[in-house]
């Protein structure tokens, strides 16, 4: 298995764009996870599905951050309208199972200027 | 081993030597942790994980130390070499209204001097 691969690895773009990042989990995970990274926060979980349902989205910023899983291959996080505090890096992450040790992708850095 | 903010605690070390990067837990609850090593410019990946009904799990190199009584969390990383130069997280699991879920620490810096 490739693990969990997501695009685009880099992503620069002006304040008030639509960025969307994408995100395809380990095959036979029923748990996808999307974090943010920054200095100054750490690690935050975002949102997370299981079988394709959002279950927890407390982490969501805001209004301007929505996610999706259409299929159980393929999830996407959308930031629109998006800022510059925006900017840190993105995971997505699957899992087995509830609780269990998450697979990480390889991030996407996102720039917001 | 807790991030508190821009600074990350960072552990010295000579390479050969062994390491020892520590973590305070904060659930009494929690049953399931994992240690994850992150690597510049890579997201976190796997290291070694331990349950609750246990106090200390070996892999290759490494070893987990669970201390509940204290909450607290160690991971030994034995004859340290230059590759182990990392950002290292400690995890831990549990269960609360929204299900099982996974808790961050702030992350711990490992320099390895060759």
């Known amino acids: 298995d490739a693990g969990v691969i997501q695009s685009p690895r880099h992503e620069v773009t002006e304040m008030g764009q639509e960025v969307t990042l994408r995100c395809k989990p380990i095959s036979g995970h029923d748990y996808l996870f999307w974090y943010r990274q920054t200095?100054?926060?750490g690690l935050e979980l975002l949102i997370?599905?299981?079988n394709n349902v959002p279950i927890d989205d407390s982490g969501m910023p805001e209004d301007r951050f929505s996610a999706k899983m259409p299929n159980a291959s393929f999830s996407t996080l959308k930031i629109q309208p998006s800022e510059p505090r925006d900017s840190a890096v993105y995971f997505c992450a699957s899992s087995s199972g509830s609780g269990e040790k998450l697979?990480?992708?390889s991030g996407t850095q996102l720039s917001v200027l | 081993g807790e991030s508190v903010g821009l600074h990350l605690p960072?552990?010295?070390v000579q390479e050969g030597d062994n390491s020892i990067i520590n973590c305070a837990y904060s659930n009494s609850a929690s049953d399931y942790f994992i240690w994850y090593k992150q690597e510049s410019g890579k997201g976190p990946q796997f290291i070694i994980d331990i349950r609750s009904n246990m106090d200390?799990?070996?892999g290759q190199r490494v070893t987990v130390l669970l201390n509940k009584t204290?909450?607290?969390?160690?991971?030994q990383i034995a004859a340290t070499q230059p590759g182990d130069s990392a950002v290292y997280f400690c995890a831990e699991n549990f269960y609360n209204n929204a299900?099982?879920?996974l808790t961050f620490?702030?992350?711990t810096r490992l320099m390895v001097k060759p």
């Open chain 1, 39 to 41: 200095m100054m926060r």
């Open chain 1, 48 to 50: 997370y599905f299981n």
């Open chain 1, 103 to 105: 697979f990480f992708g």
């Open chain 2, 10 to 12: 960072t552990l010295s």
């Open chain 2, 56 to 58: 200390k799990r070996q």
């Open chain 2, 70 to 75: 204290v909450k607290h969390l160690s991971l």
């Open chain 2, 99 to 101: 299900g099982n879920m």
């Open chain 2, 105 to 107: 620490g702030g992350g």
